[in-house]
């Protein structure tokens, strides 16, 4: 299964409510119901996979919820024919976000069996206000053995938006779907660098047990605390990682940690130079005559400040510009060390 890692920023959320209805629309967001939604009853496994001794761990997302109440929220059964097995549910956070003003975390959800696991055939069904899924679980004969950290297969230079200021608006005829007749864009969007990294795969048994990640590093050459980003092993990942600042190097390590006992293990940094991965910059992005000409508009086209679209633009930079100097992003997947466990029988 592929799983992209592409984070995009709270403010390209808020930024969206603001651009004309072609390019995003406020409206098209969708917002999440308060609870723990979970991938695996979306998208069910064929079968999971772990090792003798090992764990297992399924992804989700909590959102306006509590973090203490989240274990509550889903219910993993475990058995082995037909014998129902002990386990302890474990929530690591692995990113925090805000999505439509709430607290959003991006969640492992960790199965402990209270006793280790034996090779052989097992079968999981995972419950929450969602639905229901069942699937199999293989536990092979070796056990959990020392894992090693992924490689980079792919590092290449992106650029990504960060932000965006100045606007044009005019009042239109047409009404959206939220009930607005003002219709607007930004005029510049500030564009930062980025890698692109896609890491190896884990080894299948090792993998349900482990966590992979991508640490990012400042320009002092030492991990940035918001910057690591984790997803369960089992998926292959791609990350899209920015740096909103220039750096003489653009790096980013990868590594992995053992779900059994915690332990970590990462690689060497994987760097690209800045003249291969650029700088920010900010670039200019005025509505074309097409465009101004489907807003249908029936009052002036004009900037913020009521200079009109066309004349030179004010001087001063005026309207909103979005993720300036706060963070920009909205999946910072930070591993945290201590989880929430509660037994079930």
């Known amino acids: 299964m592929k799983l992209e890692g592409r984070f995009l920023g709270t403010c390209l959320l808020v930024a969206a409510v603001a651009l004309a209805p072609d390019r995003a629309s406020a409206c098209s967001v969708s917002v999440p119901e308060p609870g723990l939604s979970i991938w695996e009853i979306d998208y069910p496994p064929e079968r999971l996979y772990t090792a003798t001794g090992g764990v297992f761990a399924l992804f989700g ?137 896609e890491s190896s795969s884990v080894p299948q048994t090792q993998a349900g047990s482990a966590l992979v990640w991508a640490q990012r590093l400042d320009a002092a050459g030492q991990p940035d605390p918001g910057g690591r980003f984790a997803y369960p092993a089992r998926h292959d990942v791609n990350w899209t990682i920015d740096f909103k600042a220039a ?45 101004i000409e489907s807003w249908e508009c029936v009052g002036p086209v004009e900037y913020d400040d009521g200079t009109p679209f066309g004349e030179e633009p004010p001087a001063k930079k005026s309207g909103c510009r979005i993720g300036g100097d706060g963070e920009s992003w909205a999946w910072l997947f930070v591993l945290a060390g201590l989880g929430l466990r509660r037994r079930r029988r």
């Not at 069904?125 to 199999?136: A, H, I, L, Q, R």
């Open 247 to 291: 750096q003489a190097e653009y790096c980013v390590v990868l590594g992995v940690t053992n779900l059994v006992d915690g332990t970590s293990v990462s690689g060497s940094p994987q760097c690209l130079s800045r003249e291969e991965a650029g700088e920010p910059y900010v670039e200019s992005d005025e509505p074309t005559d097409e465009e």
């Open 61 to 197: 997302n909590l959102y306006d919820v509590e973090f203490a109440e989240a274990a509550d929220l889903v219910d993993v059964a475990l058995t082995r024919d037909g014998e129902a097995l002990a386990t302890e549910i474990e929530v690591l956070r692995l990113g925090p976000a805000h999505s439509a003003g709430q607290p959003s975390w991006s969640v492992a959800v960790v199965v402990r069996p209270v006793e280790p696991l034996e090779a052989g055939a097992y079968d999981v069904k995972v419950t929450n206000d969602d639905g229901e899924v069942m699937f199999p679980l293989t536990v092979e004969a070796e056990p959990v053995a020392a894992i090693e950290p992924p490689t980079a297969e792919v590092v290449d230079p992106l650029e990504t938006a960060s932000g965006y200021g100045g606007r044009v608006c005019c009042e239109s005829q047409l009404t959206s779907s939220c009930g607005e007749t003002e219709r607007c864009t930004f005029t510049e969007i500030d564009k930062i660098p980025a890698l692109y990294v």
